[in-house]
């Protein structure tokens, strides 16, 4: 197969076209200052952050209520126009690219916080509050929410959503679905729903929140969020550990769960990312890093404690040394206390992306596969990319299984960008569902990733999706053309 | 409304008949000594643990492997046969009830734990395995599954998929839902299918995987399960606390979160639920209860901590204990340190309901609500049963908001118990969605909820899921007349 994703989507379906009749309904929705098709503002809303992809909507619309959206699905049910649901727009798989133009729908002007509960731990949200600005106003509650992308400064606390984002934090606390407790949605059809109800169990018919939560934007639009929160841990330590091997690197998390530590943080850095991280941060951003990298270092681990507890975390900090020195190969564990050591750790992990991006047009793929199977998976990326004629960063949040590959263009040609590098992407595909593993650990399948869906899942499953779809959204108007 | 629930399922779907030739087939399929048409089996399977209802199945078929369930679901589903997928038969809303008669498939022989995967923390394992002894098999290898309901001795680990079960620890540590990774699946159509992965995170496509958790048995016939497991935690202490009011225990519940304490057991008992239980202990097992129940004292609270760590969880518990003194209209703390005192706390809590059903026919209510309104809720429940001529006991999760309603059939008549009673539950479940709560925490909807859902839910959200159910199983053979 050859794949030129970009080209992939366009006007597969039949769909209506925007009428000069129906801009007008929109304005008398939403009001006319809210609607926009100058060039200028279409062009601003055609892009995520998924490579350099663009699709032109007809119009964008910036609606502030549940309802008004109801009225503009009802008029885009009828006219059978495309929809698509927009956040932040941070999207890595094209998640919020209007991929057959039409009707963008921006959500933010849902940017209000609700409620935050401090009797039952819950918080309700709009879904254009940005992640960062949700976790902050929560934390001045001595309240925690804990997912937190790496993009948590600008993307929607609703895009979190479709994505079922993760972030460091995932391995000890969860992924967004695990806080998510009730969704306020408007259907394709227009019908206004709360999911459930804002309970911590709930074995009250099918579990409908669960269902939209990682749906892509694709089964409704979320309007209202209620999360679940936890008492804030006020305190952290972070372990600096360098390995010979990614054997080795990988070996030791299930060494650490199984001493019975379950650290907050458990990141994996290969060899490259660190270089290539230092070297950007002096090269662009004139920051030296401290961090050695002796010859016989293959790759890292950020283990990251928290708590409320100083002793117990320095016991399980101590369980872990323990552990890692009787039965690996590692060299010098920095352990980092002071602030100043953590943020240098944590701002290198986080940098990895950045620096990848600053110097080549690079593909993010974001795969997943029990956390035995990283060494082998790491191995065959590598293999598959001199096979296919690219490189690619590996690092992520190991303790989850889930590896981010960042594969660079560098001097690849456009058209080997689009046809060899996706053929060889599936390869890595194949090897992923082989390890037992999933195309996609948090950052969705959208566009980029949806030819490869049949290598993941057999045809029953996709049947399954499709129907579900189909109940959901009877013409196939909301953010049509993504997942299958 | 007027409901009588024992006669309000049967045959309300136009289904096929069994016949000697399909009978043969079944035969051939499963082995002439796993079909049972004779009486006494098919009595034994007409019943689970729903009141005293009973419905006759036709056959009663015991397969092996899934290829043998896909085999007589394609027979099934051609002829229109009613499906009913039975685990341990320990249902309390009329799960494992062949309403429509039909099949009954006896998942115990699917009795195998087939793998503990010590390197990433997880087991596969077969849904007739019961979870007590999935349980023990895995803290064997120090790993630790959660998820406990009461029944857990003779309950099958696929009847908690089926609905999602819960118990004391869900509190800290989730439910079901929260430890299930991947399932293999027939489909009421016959196929085979794995619905997701082996992965702890998957953003690929919908969540069949959380879908059809909490589907009870109507989506599909659940075959082998993986589960994400823990590491063990070795060491628990238990407090006792007795409080001045139901609100000021349920009060208190938010505040040790709040003060930055997870405990691994927050279980509610009003003051009705322990005399009763001391006296069911005194009367039928010849047990003495130490606990003292001054007259000042309306509600207790057990709180567990668990962890590794006994320093850590002493700092816990001192701040629970100043949390309480300081806030709180409080009798003396009950400090359980000991494993005598710890087995007394917890023998109470377990035979709370066969306390109560020792003496009594009962409906097990579960309801859920945010748990700051439990307070609110007990008074509701107790002005509506003296309403509607009715006494009932009280006690649960009370970290979670899921509260057990043991309503006490006494000298009810049975024309009452099935009319009046049933209209006194509707306003119960009436008041808990107004307090935002849900009809079922974790024993899920079967027969006995079902007449109750639209007062829970709208009917689009019903809409979506009579679709969702058509998506799976096209001619409603699977479990039919369960939920909605």
New interface residues.
Partial sequence: MSLDIANFEKSTNKFGKLTPQILQDFEKIVGKEYVFTDDKNRDAYSRDHTEDYSFLPDVVLKPRTPQEISQIMKICNEHVLPVTPRGGGTSLSGGALPTNNGVVISMERFNEILEI??????ATVETGVITEVFQNAVKEK?LFYPPDPASKGTCFIGGNIS??S?GPK?VKY??T??YVLNLEVV?PTG?I?W??????????????T??I???EGT?GIVTKIVFKL?????KNIALLVPFESNEEACRAI?AI??????PSGMEFMEREAIERTAFYLEDKMNQKTSIDLPDNIQAHLIIELD???E??MM??AEKIVETLENGFKIGEILFADSDAQKEELWRLRRNISPAVNAYSLSKAE?V?????NLPQLITAIKTIGNEYGFRSVCFG?AG???LHVNILKENISDQDWNTKVNDGIGEIFKEV?RL??????????GIA?RPY?SI???E???R??R??????DPNGILNAGK??
């Fill in positions: 509960d401090t009797l039952n731990l819950q001595n994505h079922n993760g995932a969860g992924v679905r695990d259907l019908e729903i999911t459930g109800a804002n309970v911590l169990k709930n074995s009250t018919g099918y579990n409908l669960q269902l939560t990682g749906s089964l936890r008492p804030y841990p006020h299930s769960y199984i001493a019975g530590v379950t708590g409320n507890n002793e117990s016991i399980d974001d997943v596969v029990p956390r035995g949040h989850d299984g889930n569902v037992g593993g999933m195309l996609s650990g948090e950052h969705g399948i990733k869906m993941a899942l057999g029953a499953n996709l399954l999706m129907e579900i779809k189909k109940a959901f997942i299958f």
